[in-house]
């Protein structure tokens, strides 16, 4: 069974600090992660792809991967308000299948 | 920009009915999902679909469920006999490429009674 896991929190941040949140993976063979932001009910959207290991940055998002340690953070600098919402990690291996954790809330408190 | 709409956003049945959820992919993209979403819970892979064929499914995604590409545009999914646990958001998705970002349509909000 491949796994992705997730913190469910809540992950709680003051605005204007930086919001770390986590994810591994069970599948060695994992080739792409990507961070969705999810809010209540809507569908997920896209905040960041991230394919080789390192650092990915872009506008206040930056996405981690290593992939020896089967683990993809995001980092959200200067976080507002608005970015209160449930963050998905999902994981792909086979290119037809998506592998979603189950989501960190986030919340931002003004 | 170009998006994945989803119809109806809302769907009441009563169980055993069969239920037609429908999508329209981005235009130039050439792979098609069904995710869903019990609430509260995370997404859930149900199938994925590609050159007008299923290219994997999930457990979830028994004999009671069908796909169909009836035209150049929509993308459907049939639940044939649904349940009280079929009761759930349903997500239709697309990407591009092999293994690219999925785009998501803003789903259909299934319930069973």
């Known amino acids: 069974q491949k796994e992705v896991e997730q913190n469910s929190g809540p992950l709680s941040v003051p605005e204007g600090a930086i919001a770390s949140l986590n994810c591994t993976y069970s599948d060695r063979g994992s080739q792409s992660f990507f961070w969705y932001r999810q809010y209540s009910g809507k569908s997920p959207e896209l905040i960041m792809s991230?394919?080789?290991?390192g650092d990915k940055e872009d506008g206040r998002f930056t996405a981690q991967l290593n992939k020896a340690s089967q683990y993809v953070s995001l980092l959200i600098r200067d976080s507002q308000p608005s970015d209160s919402a449930t963050y998905l990690c999902a994981v792909t291996s086979n290119f037809n299948k998506f592998y979603f954790g189950s989501g960190t809330k986030l919340n931002v408190k003004p | 920009e170009p998006e994945v709409t989803q119809t109806p956003s809302h769907q009441v049945t009563q169980m055993g009915q069969e239920v037609i959820l429908r999508c329209v992919p981005i235009s130039n993209h050439l792979y098609f999902y069904w995710y869903r979403q019990i609430l509260g819970q995370k997404v859930e892979f149900l199938v994925s679909f590609y050159n007008n064929e299923i290219s994997e499914k999930s457990e979830i995604f028994d004999d009671q469920f069908s796909v169909e590409r009836p035209d150049g545009s929509n993308f459907t999914l049939k639940i044939r006999s649904t349940k009280l646990e079929d009761s759930a958001m349903y997500f239709c998705a697309s990407s591009a490429g092999s293994g690219e970002k999925l785009f998501f349509g803003s789903g259909t909000q299934l319930s069973v009674l």
């Open positions: 991230i394919y080789s290991n």
